[in-house]
């Protein structure tokens, strides 16, 4: 997962991550990343329980969002590295 304003970016790897164990709604807080001067976080939820991301799970973004900076979000596919999704905003 990558996390861009601008030319600047923070990156996730979730590949390395271990999946969540155990039943029900598994949530996975993966370590912090910086983006230019801001520290963001980033939770995986799997709504689930089956140990992968999948349709219906979701990730939340934490952190202290410049106003007026227009933000993308892009998930990358393991092990490819395909683009599966990009979205922007603007805080």
């Not at 996390?3 to 598994?26: D, F, H, I, R, Y």
């Not at 001067?37 to 349709?55: I, K, Q, R």
């Amino acid at each position: 997962m990558i996390l861009q304003s601008g030319v600047n970016w923070a990156k996730w790897n979730t590949a390395s991550q271990e999946a969540p164990t155990g039943t029900g709604v598994q949530v996975q807080a993966l370590g912090p990343q910086m983006l230019e001067m801001t520290t963001f976080y980033v939770a995986v939820t799997d709504l689930s329980g089956n140990g992968v991301v999948t349709n219906g799970d979701c990730f939340t973004i934490t952190g202290d969002f410049t106003s007026g900076t227009q933000y993308t979000v892009i998930l990358i596919y393991e092990p490819s590295g395909g683009q599966m999704v990009q979205q922007s905003w603007t805080a």
